[in-house]
């Protein structure tokens, strides 16, 4: 497995080798003794799988809130989606800045993200799914979300906002400079 940086720390897109025959291929997608192997010691204790329809539906920007707080590692099994963060630890030195990868059931990418980061993607085709582990089980409690086309933020998605297709909540969701950030003051 390839494992790449991006310029916001502990964001990391990996690379899973294909092992391919006449049949297809093979890939391992995760491996805990692999990835600890590289520094990456996490326990996923549930997956979620999304299916969008149309392209240009947005799902985020989102969060779990201290104690459930959230690392994930997210992969597109069908279609194709652009896959954001935003670092969200007041005291990082990339603090409110973004990173944005694209990811397809053909390049076979996924996104290890951290905790103290907001999460959200668009889907660039019809019929997108997308697969993510995560370390933390959802607790409505602790669930929230920051808007995708905040200005501050200034995440380029590649649709005009008004074309988004949106649930009510992410329509709702307050701007980055109203939200009351739950991931405490310390640089991580």
Known sequence: MEIRTTPLPGLLVLHPRRHADARGWFSETWNRATLRGHGIDLDFVQDNHSFSTAPGTVRGLHY?????????????TGGVILDVAVDARPGSATFGRWFGVELSA?????????????????????????????TAAYAPAADGAVRFDDPDLGIDWGIAPAAAILSDKDRAA???????????TEAP
């Open 174 to 184: 307050p701007l980055w400079r109203d939200w009351a950030n739950p991931f405490g």
């Open 64 to 76: 779990q809130a201290p104690p459930h707080a959230q690392a994930k590692l997210v992969r597109c």
């Open 106 to 134: 053909d390049n076979g990418l996924q996104l290890l993200i951290p905790e103290g980061f907001l999460h959200g993607f668009v889907t660039r085709s019809a019929g997108a799914e997308v697969v993510y582990k995560c």
